[in-house]
Each structure stands twice: as C-alpha cells, then as structure tokens.
C-alpha cells in the first residue's frame, strides 16, 4: 500500500530501511534534506545508526575521497555534501580517482559510492548556492547520475544507487522538491537505472526533463495542451544514459528541459 | 642494522630490493631501446627500495597499500609478480591492469592495491577511505600509504591527516622523502621540517633513514602492531639517498645497470657517481650489511642476484611477447555491471 509522504520523508524513510537491510552502508555527513522535511526522520535515523554515521570535519575534497576508498574497500557509503556546489571542492577525488578506478584498474576495482547533493536555486542562495552542475557530471565517463523528480523516485533511485550499482554516483535532489507531496510504495521498491519513464505520451513533442524540470514540464504540458489543440506532448523523465534515450526513433523532436531557460522551451514548442 | 628476522626472510627482502631494481632496468631499456614502447614520460622507484620491500615485509596479504606515479617498486614489494608488471607498464593486455593502467597507475586489486593515482596526493584521502572501511568491517586490516614530499604541499594531504587522526583510522602514512621538492628546494614548503606538519595535528610522527632495511623494517613492525591495535594513525618520513639517474622525466642508466659486486668494491663505477653507489645504494647497503653481519657469502648473495636477473629477463620476455589490448575493448570497463 503506498503511504503519502514529502520528498524528503521519503528520501530518509528510505534510507532507514536501507540501512537496515545491508550493512555495508554508511553515511557521510547527514544533513541531506536541508531545512526542508524530513527532520524527524532524520533524527531517528542518526540515533539509530550512529554507528555507521560519521560527521567529518568540513573537508570535502578529503571525505569524497575517503568515501571512494571506502567503496573500493566493499562498503556503500552515502556522502551528504550539502550543496552541490561544495562538490566542487572534491572534484579531484569524484572525477579523478572515484570515476576512472573501475577503468584504470581493467575492470577489477568498484567504487560504489554515492554522492549526495542539493542542486538548483533554493532562493537567497546567491551565486555560489544555486549551481546545477548535472551536464558536468554527465560528461564525465565512470559517473553515472540520479535525479529523482518525486517523493517515489527519491525512495526509488536511492535503493539502486546504494544497494545495486557497482559504480560511482551523482545523487541529485532539487532543493524545492524536498516538500512535494506524493505517493511512495512500500517494500524494496526499485527504479532501474537507464530507463526513461513515460510521464505523459503524445504526438508532436517530447520533453525529456529531469528532477524539478519533471513536474514543471508536466504543469506546462497542462497550460499548453489547452491553448493549441494539435500539440500533443510526451514527457520522459531519464534516469541516466541520456544519450540512448535521445537517439530513440519513437521521440518527437526531442528537447532536453533541466534548466529554466527560455530556449530549450522554445525549441520544444516550435512546429516544423 | 639487520632486521630480527631469520636469515631466509633477511635473504627474502634482498631478492625483492633486486628484482625491484633489475625490472627498473629493464623499464629503462625499454625507454631506451624501443621506439614508443613507452610512450610520454615515467618514473623509478630504483634508490628507494629498503622502504618499499621492508615496510611491506611486516604486512600481511590483507593489509592494504597505496601508491604513487612511482608505483613500480611498491606492487613488487607487496607480493606483485614482475611479468604482470612490466606488462602493465608497456600497456600489454597481461599486465596487472589488463593495459588500462601504464606505468602511472599500476594497481594489483588482488594483492590489496586497489588503486593507484599518478595525481600528487591522489591516493592520501582514498588510502583513509580503505582504512576506514576495516574500521567498519571490524578487521585487523592496515593501510599504509606510500607518498612523496611533494604531496605534502597538497591540500588534500592536509584534510587526509586530518581525518584520519578524527576518526583514528589503522592508517600509517609513509612518507618516502626523496628530496625532489620540498626536501631539497627549501622553498616549497614553509615548515622547517615536513615532520613538523603531521606533529602540528598530533599525529605520532618517526623519521627514519629510509634506506636502512632493519632500522625501517623495525619501525614498520612496531607501527603495524600498534595500528592493529587501534592506536593508528602514525605518519613517518623515511629519508631515502636520490639516485643520480633520476634527474628529468625519463631515468637514465648512468652508471649502466647495477653490478652486484660494487657492495664491496665500488672502484668500477664511474667516478661521479661512485659515492651514491658506495654510500646511498640501499641494495648494496644492504649486501655489505648481510655479509659483514648476516653470515651470508659474497658467493651466496651473487648467486641470489644471478637468479633475479634471469627471472627479470624472463619478466621483461614476457612483457614484450605479451599482445596489446584489442583496440575494440578500448571502451570496456568505463561503468560496471553495464552501467548499474
């Protein structure tokens, strides 16, 4: 039975049971939801599993790296940086030694780490508190990324991340999803990574949209659909491996919408 | 000073200082005698050997290691066979790596060296990581991080020792102290001495003269002990006796390849670098030491230096037989289990 529950619920309520479930994972940090809900959860999860949560000092570049060689020593550790930008501060470690390991070592070495982070404009955040650093981390080869856009995807997306892949992972949360409200299922509910889900179908263009963009374009397909009765719009929301998706012979003029920018929404609206 | 150890183990660590330094050769002479077989610019560990072989002498196969851009001599110390190794290092398909990792990032995952950064201090804050997980996983495992001086002027050797010392990981943090920078410039580092720096945070800290195979084999077993013990981390500076053929980005033989018989009459080496072979050479040292003190012969020890030369030839063989990886596989193993 699907319990009602926020995004940030969700993302901690996950957690908890993943936890649970698989001892080799550990936490790094554990602010994750922000200021946004969740906190109760929060809380009972930390006295929980103290054990296996660490609060390092404010070191990214140090506890990114010590996370990826946790990973490559058979544990799963989920790394909180906050704010996606701090992830900057350990790029050497996440594009340099966490993504190239499993390639450099011919096959041999897993690093099965999650990077966890808050992306987007929270509001107040300034230029240094807003990044959207997703199109950086998608080029880089060895680094697989999660964007979940819904209280159901956070819960979803976190199990494989943590509990299946074999590879390093940008985990992605906007910060204005983490008080959406929406349905999650019980159980060991799992999203697989590289498959599109098919929000909306329709006949002229598509919108391939990821995280916030996901229920944002669906609310734009609402107005639009109204306003001229020949568009017919599908939505996809991806999960990785964007290149695949995009070549698909079943995609109308396919538009990728992960920002807020008047041109991406332009090239999908226009008519041949 | 020779390690309390029997008189085989004693002959054990000169074999492997050996073949660390006949396989060398050997890289050089690929170099040096083969066209783009090694293609752009590499680095030895010949100079160096009495740390790498002693300190892995007192760890066990469990225990994990993390290495440099000067990795050769770490993955022969711990155990790693020399065919895999020269392989790795010309890109050859039979290599530790399967010729993915070159003679920057030879790494042996089955020997516990899961991964090897050419990156200055790349595998500081990844050697805590390991660490950090036998902590977790309640082993008695150890780490230890082989690092040069320069890493010391990175931030993340900083944050690394940081952390460590937190969270008290079973990390030992060896720093190899060849003087290719801060050590030798004086004007790379502001600390009086490297040691210093690691003292700053508490962090129990021994300098030793890393070319002295007992005086380090000790130090090691009485730090690995009480890393197991939980006691961890311990940070030491071995300071080791540069090799003059180490200048520039591609070694040189300077003197030719190493005449074991120069530990006891170094009259043969060309006169400019016959004080390093005399006095520096850890590998000679080391012969002397095991002679003069060892009970071992001079007959004995070129005979042991007679078979490691053979099996280095062999390795070397091996290597250049070896085939290149399939250019179709160029795209294999960017993501695991095919991208989950």
Known sequence: ??????????????????????????????????????????????????????????????FCGIAAGAAMAGLRPLVDIGTATFSYEAIPQIVNE???????????TNVPVVYFMRYGIRGGGGVQHSGSPQPWYWNTPGLQLAMPASPADAKGLLRTALMRSQNPTIFLAHERLMDDRGPVPDGDYEIPFGHAAVKREGRDVTI???????????????????????????????????IRLASSPRLKRPAVWWSPMKVTITAASRRD | MLADISREEQLGILRKMLMIRRAEEHVIRFNEDYKDLIRGHFHVYIGQEATGVSVCAALTSADYVFSTHRNH????????????????IIGRETGYCRGRAGTFHVAAPELRIVHTSAIVGGCLALAAGTAFASQVQETSAVTVVFFGDGAMEEGVFYEALNLAKLWQLPLIFLMENNYRRAGRS???????????????????TTVIDGGNVGLVYKTASDLVRRTRAGEGPFFVEARTHPWPGNEGAHPKLVAGATHI???????????????????????????????????????????????????????????????????KAALNFAYAGGGN
């Open chain 2, 73 to 88: 001599g770490h993955v022969i110390a711990k155990g790693g066979d020399p065919k895999k190794v020269l392989a790795e």
């Open chain 1, 98 to 108: 966490a993504a190239i390991a499993y390639s450099n070592s011919g096959g041999q």
């Open chain 1, 1 to 62: 039975m699907p319990q009602d529950m926020t995004f940030g619920e969700s993302l901690i309520t996950a957690l908890e049971e993943i936890m649970g479930q698989d001892r080799r994972v550990v936490l790094i940090g554990g602010g994750l939801v922000g200021t946004g809900s969740g906190q109760a959860q929060l809380a009972r999860l930390r006295e929980k599993y103290s054990s296996r949560i660490k609060n390092p000092p404010i070191a990214e570049l140090g």
């Open chain 2, 261 to 327: 018989a120069w530990a006891w009459d170094a009259s043969g080496v060309p006169e400019k670098m016959r004080s390093w072979y005399a006095e520096g050479d850890p590998v000679l040292l080391y012969a002397r030491e095991l002679v003069e003190q060892g009970g071992v012969s001079r007959d004995e020890i070129q005979q042991l230096d007679a078979e490691v030369r053979k099996d280095a030839d062999e390795a070397a063989r091996f290597a250049l037989e070896s085939p290149l990886p399939d250019p």
């Open chain 2, 186 to 204: 004086g004007v790379s580092h502001s600390a009086t001495e490297l040691a210093d720096v690691p003292r700053a945070l508490n962090v129990d």
């Open chain 1, 208 to 242: 391939i949209a990821t995280g916030i963009q996901v229920p944002r374009a669906l609310a734009a397909a609402e107005v639009l659909g109204k306003n001229e009765s020949r568009q017919r719009w599908w939505i996809l929301e991806p999960c990785s491996r964007w």
